[in-house]
């Protein structure tokens, strides 16, 4: 069993800058995939980026030059760094652990609202 937590959600204004956090309860440093995903309402859930155990990343178009992910293995720790908000960006943002040894987690959401 592993515990995703998530923080940094909140309220910014358009252009401004929020950076999300995942700490899992278990050590990271072996997980081949981590991912951050979103979900506005009525829409499905879709991938804002991921990265793998090497560091190599993928972003969504409507977020590539904007969103960074990174991962701090010596803190089990998971980071979104959102840049230049738009008001699209808004939406329950979840992290995401793909592990050949644990299995599929999920974190349990954090909001984020940007407002024009």
């Known amino acids: 069993q592993v515990h995703l937590v998530e923080s940094g959600g909140g309220l910014v204004q358009t252009g401004g800058s929020l950076r999300l956090s995942c700490t899992a309860s278990r050590n990271i440093f072996s997980v081949e995939a981590m991912g951050w995903y979103r979900q506005a309402p009525g829409k499905q859930r879709e991938l804002v980026a991921s990265?793998?155990?090497?560091?190599?990343?993928n972003y969504a178009g409507s977020v590539k030059g904007r969103f960074t992910i990174s991962r701090d293995n010596a803190k089990n720790t998971l980071y979104l760094q959102m840049n230049s908000l738009k008001p699209e960006d808004t939406a329950v943002y979840y992290c995401r652990i793909l592990s050949s040894d644990w299995g599929n987690y999920w974190g349990q959401g954090a909001q984020v609202t940007v407002s024009s």
């Open positions: 990265i793998t155990s090497g560091g190599n990343t």
